[in-house]
């Protein structure tokens, strides 16, 4: 180790070390919280840091309740900021905590239609019709500049995606909204959907204030199916097997780099599973010939 590097804080080096492998905004913040917070509680320098002192940490947060998936990033976050100090074997076998996959709710069209309705302010229902409409990231409509948006193509530039920048279409009523925004709070900056932050304009909209609205929508809605923000992209992706899109267009709207994430939505397409006969309605009939 160098030493500029001996002398540099820790989570600046880390923040170099991040910043030239692309991590994502949202990704970075995380990773540095995780990180400070472990050092928080160690009292020790990452320089000093065992394996015992991770394996402690990660105990520690699982008793206070803490999700496997809250740990993991925890121990992502670790292994990134030792990393950013050359010391990556520390703490590299520590193994994973195994996550039992959930199958999210998904809206049907009745529900999105209640919730786009209980929906008052034209800027989260914008917010909303991208989330449903063009299946996006809560991070990736934050990100998004008024110059993303091309109304003569009809397309969504997604700047800041997790694997990268891509294209998604844009439906007309998703336009139609992005237009009642525009007439309704024209943002004076670069970003779609600016934030106001500690007195500061100029910033992101934050997660939370999202979440927030959609909670408030839910409710008046009336729909008792545990919903966040997410789950318009779930329902977005869901739909669109439904209506027949093939599984490899689904994959490159979303964004995924792995078929095997986008394949989780053929188990919650009702018109895919209800079109799927049983053996048993086959057996002794001609088209059960070819069981044997």
Not at 87 to 107: C, H, M, W, Y
Request: with cysteine.
């Amino acid at each position: 180790m160098s030493d500029v590097e001996q002398n540099e804080d820790p989570m600046t080096t880390m923040d170099r070390f991040m910043e030239l492998r692309g991590f994502a905004p949202n990704t970075v913040a995380v990773y540095r919280r995780c990180a400070g917070r472990f050092l928080s509680a160690v009292g020790k320098s990452p320089d000093r840091v065992t394996e015992r002192d991770i394996e402690e940490y990660l105990l520690a947060l699982c008793s206070k309740g803490s999700s496997p998936t809250t740990r993991n990033v925890n121990l992502v976050a670790i292994r990134c900021l030792l990393g950013a100090i050359k010391r990556r074997t520390v703490g590299a076998e520590i193994p994973f905590a195994k996550v039992k996959r959930q199958v999210p709710d998904i809206l049907n069209g009745a529900e999105v239609t209640r919730l786009f309705e209980a929906v008052t302010s034209p800027k989260y229902k914008a917010i909303f019709m991208l989330a449903y409409g063009a299946g996006l990231r809560v991070s990736e409509i934050a990100a998004l500049q008024v110059s993303d948006i091309d109304s003569k193509r009809m397309l969504i530039r997604v700047p800041e995606g997790k694997t990268g920048q891509r294209y998604v279409m844009m439906g007309a009523r998703v336009l139609a909204s992005l237009r009642d925004y525009w007439r309704a709070q024209r943002p004076s900056g670069p970003e779609l959907f600016p934030g106001f932050h500690s007195g500061r304009r100029g910033t992101r909209l934050s997660r939370s204030a999202i979440h927030k609205v959609l909670r408030k929508a839910v409710l008046l809605a009336g729909i008792t199916k545990r919903i966040s923000p997410h789950s318009l992209r779930h329902a977005f992706a869901t739909h669109l097997l439904d209506l027949g899109a093939d599984i490899r267009t689904v994959q490159v709207l979303l964004g995924h780099s792995r078929l095997d994430s986008t394949a989780q939505y053929l188990h919650l397409s009702n018109v895919r599973l209800s079109s799927v006969k049983s053996p048993v309605d086959l057996v002794g009939t001609p088209a059960g010939t070819t069981l044997g």
